[in-house]
């Protein structure tokens, strides 16, 4: 067995892992900045509903929608009712905020006014 070939070997797979943790950091970011914005798409559909259920019930859709939403979202949502419908802005958790900005999700319910 020769020894600096083998020593070679382990030093070229070191130099390799070097050169592409960037990357694996990288996609690792992305993965968890998707899973972030499923989450906040999936709070935003709840967050609809439950103000389309208040305003059927006679109540207010926009406290509930935002009472729907948990705690760190409070600055970062927006609700609207218009008629019938409740729509839901929500951006997700990003550490930059322009590219939370450019996945916003919304979603809207629609329900009946209690008369």
């Given at each position: 067995?020769?020894?600096?070939?083998?020593?070679?070997?382990?030093?070229?797979?070191?130099?390799?892992?070097?050169?592409?943790?960037?990357?694996?950091?990288?996609a690792a970011?992305?993965?968890?900045?998707?899973?972030?914005?499923?989450?906040?798409?999936?709070?935003?559909?709840?967050?609809?509903?439950?103000?389309?259920?208040?305003?059927?019930?006679?109540?207010?859709?926009?406290?509930?929608?935002?009472?729907?939403?948990?705690?760190?979202?409070?600055?970062?949502?927006?609700?609207?009712?218009?008629?019938?419908?409740?729509?839901?802005?929500?951006?997700?958790?990003?550490?930059?905020?322009?590219?939370?900005d450019r996945?916003?999700?919304?979603?809207?319910?629609?329900?009946?006014?209690?008369?």
């Amino acid at each position: 067995m020769d020894w600096a070939r083998t020593m070679g070997e382990r030093g070229q797979a070191t130099v390799e892992l070097v050169a592409a943790l960037p990357a694996l950091l990288l996609a690792a970011l992305l993965a968890l900045q998707l899973l972030a914005t499923g989450y906040a798409l999936t709070l935003a559909d709840g967050a609809a509903e439950a103000g389309a259920l208040a305003l059927a019930s006679g109540g207010s859709a926009a406290e509930a929608a935002r009472a729907a939403v948990p705690g760190w979202a409070e600055d970062d949502v927006a609700v609207a009712v218009e008629g019938g419908r409740v729509s839901v802005r929500l951006s997700p958790p990003s550490p930059v905020d322009a590219l939370a900005d450019r996945l916003t999700v919304s979603s809207s319910a629609a329900a009946r006014p209690a008369r």
